[in-house]
């Protein structure tokens, strides 16, 4: 057995609360054991024996959950009788029985089952150090509008320089179209019949941009989307719809054209405000040139996003900014009633502030939603403590490159999916947001080079995974767009060229979705490859949802029961599924 394969850390996400039970995972080396055990019990839990006071255990078996390129994940779920645990495992192959416990490894025998200085522990398991997912996310699926280019629903606010509403015209990075909150409004009853329960808006407040991330006022709505009567209104009536709503809280940074920001360049370091950025040289008569400025690789006198100089960043270290900020969180949840928050360029900002910008949202609303946006791992952020998920980039980028351009193979696509998803919890996986595009990326229909077919089977593939699906606005309409600003065309309200056929999959795929969500979010799951096809098996009391998918270019046959009930597919027929073909059954 090699030793230096085997990992366990307690109260991660190899140990934490979810149910009143404690989930425990050992990372072993891949194939190095066949059965391994946990052995576990109060630690205060002792009996008298032939005048030995003896420790009372128990041992349970552990099964494989997941399987990577190197390693097997072994899991157990325990309910303690106490609030309270100390634990080790028994490894076990054909060579050796060994224990592995907080002080690495030792020979199984009485003597060390005894010694409850070698176990993990944890002293006391807290509900309120749980790492819950609200109760509707499981069931939710996002739709992603920038408002700038949904709808244009009132012309008494357009920007001046406003252009006419087409889905043809490439915009520029300095574009406007008008698109506002009364054009949301007046295509909620589309987004309801589409299937769609929560709706992710990009930047709404006051700014002198298309996108608003650079902030200039956060209790102000923008004038060219309305006000906050028109806000009210939206919110009510997705919220009867049951829609449910979250903003963007862009507080990593402000726009250089902010209140604050400005009083900076006028009173130097005599503002107020000066200790509210990173400002490293005092010069404001360069400061006031380059603010307006997107400089690629080009140093400013003050941090910012990026090469910014137009989005200064805050310090929110300083009290003032913090209670700023929290002061705006606290005024949209309590005088708006949204469900949640997504926070731009999460992971610029300290821990300190997330720790109480999330426990003052829970106050608030217990099962609010606070997403992240984090590209790369995001396990610091997702300890219970923080966030409820992130913005699943990684997870993007693995569909990207297994189902789309096709790097790997069916069994190396699955385990560096195990892989991901084994870096956090499954209350944290099932609140991730899975999306596939972003009005950061290209759109998912340019990624699959005008392959509708292969489109639809990235999205049902997407649609039974763990996390909260997102769909970028316009995808259901076969909606196409390169990187920023291609990727924010206007909204295509013309359904004499929509791709109908299109809208059709994708409300079939989302009521497929909300109907069977407990298999994908509660359900046992085995994933596997059969004959260079993928297999997903779900498993609940009521019976197994199977997905097949064929990611090859080769036809492959499939044997379904006679009692089987195909719930959705793609390119099968004659018990033959073709490349880019899928096929969803229910089996009870």
Same mark, same amino acid.
């Given at each position: 057995?090699?030793?230096?394969?085997?990992?366990?850390?307690?109260?991660?996400?190899?140990?934490?609360?979810?149910?009143?039970?404690?989930?425990?995972?050992?990372?072993?080396?891949?194939?190095?054991?066949?059965?391994?055990?946990?052995?576990?019990?109060?630690?205060?839990?002792?009996?008298?024996?032939?005048?030995?006071?003896?420790?009372?255990?128990?041992?349970?078996?552990?099964?494989?959950?997941?399987?990577?390129?190197?390693?097997?994940?072994?899991?157990?779920? =325990?309910?303690? &009788?106490?609030?309270?645990?100390? /634990? $080790?495992?028994?490894?076990?192959? #054909?060579?050796? !029985?060994?224990? *592995?416990?907080?002080?690495?490894?030792?020979?199984?025998?009485?003597?060390?089952?005894?010694?409850?200085?070698?176990?993990?522990?944890?002293?006391?398991?807290?509900?309120?150090?749980?790492?819950?997912?609200?109760?509707?996310?499981?069931?939710?699926?996002?739709?992603?509008?920038?408002?700038?280019?949904?709808?244009?629903?009132?012309?008494?606010?357009?920007?001046?320089?406003?252009?006419?509403?087409?889905?043809?015209?490439?915009?520029?990075?300095?574009?406007?179209?008008?698109?506002?909150?009364?054009?949301?409004?007046?295509?909620?009853?589309? =987004?309801?019949? &589409?299937?769609?329960?929560?709706? /992710? $808006?990009?930047?709404?407040?006051? #700014?002198?941009? !298309?996108?608003? *991330?650079?902030?200039?006022?956060?209790?102000?709505?923008?004038?060219?989307?309305?006000?906050?009567?028109?806000?009210?209104?939206?919110?009510?009536?997705?919220?009867?719809?049951?829609?449910?709503?979250?903003?963007?809280?862009?507080?990593?940074?402000?726009?250089?054209?902010?209140?604050?920001?400005?009083?900076?360049?006028?009173?130097?370091?005599?503002?107020?405000?000066?200790?509210?950025?990173?400002?490293?040289?005092?010069?404001?008569?360069?400061?006031?040139?380059?603010?307006?400025?997107?400089?690629?690789?080009?140093?400013?006198?003050?941090?910012?996003?990026?090469?910014?100089?137009?989005?200064?960043? $805050?310090?929110?270290?300083?009290?003032?900014?913090?209670?700023?900020?929290?002061?705006?969180?606290?005024?949209?949840?309590?005088?708006?009633?949204?469900?949640?928050?997504?926070?731009?360029?999460?992971?610029?900002?300290?821990?300190?502030?997330?720790?109480?910008?999330?426990?003052?949202?829970?106050?608030?609303?217990?099962?609010?939603?606070?997403?992240?946006?984090?590209?790369?791992?995001?396990?610091?952020?997702?300890?219970?403590?923080?966030?409820?998920?992130?913005?699943?980039?990684?997870?993007?980028?693995?569909?990207?490159?297994?189902?789309?351009?096709?790097?790997?193979?069916?069994?190396?696509?699955?385990?560096?999916?195990?892989?991901?998803?084994?870096?956090?919890?499954?209350?944290?996986?099932?609140?991730?947001?899975?999306?596939?595009?972003?009005?950061?990326?290209?759109?998912?229909?340019?990624?699959?080079?005008?392959?509708?077919?292969?489109?639809?089977?990235?999205?049902?593939?997407?649609?039974?995974?763990?996390?909260?699906?997102?769909?970028?606005?316009?995808?259901?309409?076969?909606?196409?767009?390169?990187?920023?600003?291609?990727?924010?065309?206007?909204?295509?309200?013309?359904?004499?060229?929509?791709?109908?056929?299109?809208?059709?999959?994708?409300?079939?795929?989302?009521?497929?979705?909300?109907?069977?969500?407990?298999?994908?979010?509660?359900?046992?799951?085995?994933?596997?490859?059969?004959?260079?096809?993928?297999?997903?098996?779900?498993?609940?009391?009521?019976?197994?949802?199977?997905?097949?998918?064929?990611?090859?270019?080769?036809?492959?046959?499939?044997?379904?029961?006679?009692?089987?009930?195909?719930?959705?597919?793609?390119?099968?027929?004659?018990?033959?599924?073709?490349?880019?073909?899928?096929?969803?059954?229910?089996?009870?």
């Amino acid at each position: 057995m090699n030793y230096a394969t085997v990992y366990h850390r307690p109260e991660s996400e190899f140990a934490y609360i979810e149910d009143k039970q404690i989930v425990l995972r050992v990372r072993i080396g891949k194939g190095q054991v066949e059965n391994v055990n946990c052995i576990w019990g109060d630690p205060y839990d002792f009996e008298k024996k032939n005048g030995k006071n003896l420790w009372q255990f128990q041992s349970a078996s552990m099964t494989i959950v997941a399987t990577t390129e190197y390693f097997d994940y072994w899991e157990v779920k =325990l309910r303690p &009788l106490n609030s309270r645990i100390q /634990y $080790l495992f028994q490894l076990i192959n #054909s060579k050796e !029985n060994i224990l *592995y416990g907080d002080s690495g490894f030792n020979e199984n025998s009485n003597e060390n089952i005894q010694n409850l200085g070698l176990y993990f522990k944890l002293p006391y398991l807290h509900e309120i150090d749980a790492q819950n997912s609200p109760t509707w996310i499981g069931k939710t699926v996002w739709y992603q509008i920038f408002p700038e280019r949904f709808a244009n629903g009132d012309k008494n606010n357009d920007p001046i320089n406003v252009l006419p509403w087409n889905f043809k015209t490439k915009p520029t990075p300095n574009s406007f179209f008008g698109g506002d909150l009364q054009g949301i409004i007046d295509h909620l009853d589309y =987004l309801k019949k &589409l299937g769609i329960n929560g709706i /992710y $808006l990009c930047p709404i407040f006051k #700014s002198t941009s !298309n996108h608003k *991330y650079n902030t200039m006022d956060y209790f102000q709505i923008d004038p060219n989307f309305g006000n906050k009567e028109k806000f009210h209104q939206l919110v009510n009536e997705a919220h009867k719809r049951d829609i449910r709503i979250m903003l963007d809280a862009v507080f990593n940074h402000i726009g250089s054209d902010s209140v604050q920001w400005q009083d900076v360049l006028k009173r130097n370091s005599q503002s107020r405000y000066f200790d509210w950025f990173y400002i490293h040289q005092l010069n404001t008569d360069n400061m006031r040139e380059i603010q307006n400025e997107f400089k690629v690789g080009k140093k400013v006198p003050y941090d910012a996003f990026g090469y910014s100089a137009f989005m200064p960043k $805050l310090n929110t270290e300083n009290p003032e900014v913090e209670k700023y900020l929290l002061d705006v969180a606290k005024y949209w949840i309590k005088e708006f009633d949204i469900d949640g928050w997504r926070l731009d360029v999460a992971n610029e900002v300290d821990h300190h502030f997330w720790r109480q910008f999330a426990e003052m949202c829970h106050q608030l609303k217990p099962d609010f939603y606070i997403l992240g946006e984090v590209w790369n791992s995001a396990r610091s952020w997702l300890q219970g403590d923080q966030f409820s998920g992130v913005m699943n980039y990684a997870f993007t980028s693995l569909i990207k490159e297994g189902l789309i351009e096709k790097k790997y193979s069916g069994k190396q696509f699955l385990e560096k999916l195990s892989e991901q998803e084994m870096q956090y919890s499954d209350p944290v996986n099932r609140s991730m947001m899975n999306i596939l595009d972003s009005h950061d990326t290209t759109r998912l229909l340019n990624d699959c080079k005008n392959d509708k077919d292969l489109e639809r089977m990235v999205l049902a593939f997407t649609f039974v995974q763990r996390g909260t699906p997102c769909i970028y606005y316009g995808d259901e309409i076969g909606m196409t767009g390169e990187e920023d600003p291609d990727n924010r065309k206007c909204m295509n309200w013309n359904e004499n060229t929509q791709d109908r056929k299109m809208l059709k999959f994708v409300t079939d795929l989302i009521k497929f979705r909300k109907l069977n969500f407990q298999y994908f979010t509660s359900g046992k799951r085995k994933s596997q490859i059969q004959k260079d096809l993928i297999k997903l098996n779900f498993e609940l009391k009521k019976g197994q949802l199977i997905a097949y998918f064929n990611n090859t270019n080769e036809v492959k046959k499939i044997y379904l029961k006679m009692t089987d009930k195909i719930l959705l597919c793609q390119n099968y027929g004659q018990k033959e599924l073709k490349k880019n073909g899928f096929v969803m059954i229910r089996r009870s």
